[in-house]
């Protein structure tokens, strides 16, 4: 099992910019795909962006040119660095493994684009 902690959220303002950072637990991170999610208010969790274990990257439409996913294995970290942002990326901010496993969801981080 894979243990996640997201962290770096915080308040912003529309074009704005924010570095999300997911720490994981184990001994084995380097071998696993990772994602980005998120879920607004009334919405259902979607994929935001993923990366595979050799650094394919891949990302929603809604966030293309404008978020970067990336990892550093030997911090067993996951980054976002989001840029541009708008009031539609307001979210609880999640990372976990693709495909994503029910026990590794954490509290994730609120992002919240706001004037």
């Known amino acids: 099992q894979v243990q996640l902690v997201e962290s770096g959220g915080g308040l912003v303002q529309p074009g704005g910019s924010l570095r999300l950072s997911c720490a994981a637990s184990?001994?084995?991170?380097?071998?696993?795909?990772m994602g980005w999610y998120r879920q607004a208010p009334g919405k259902q969790r979607e994929l935001v962006a993923g990366i595979t274990s050799g650094g394919t990257t891949n990302y929603a439409d809604s966030v293309k040119g404008r978020f970067t996913i990336s990892r550093d294995n030997a911090k067993n970290t996951v980054y976002l660095q989001m840029n541009s942002l708008k009031p539609e990326d307001t979210a609880v901010y999640y990372c976990?493994?693709?495909?994503?496993?029910?026990?590794?969801w954490g509290q994730g981080t609120q992002v919240t684009v706001s004037s």
């Open positions: 184990g001994s084995t991170f380097s071998i696993y795909a």
């Open positions: 976990n493994l693709r495909p994503a496993v029910w026990d590794s």
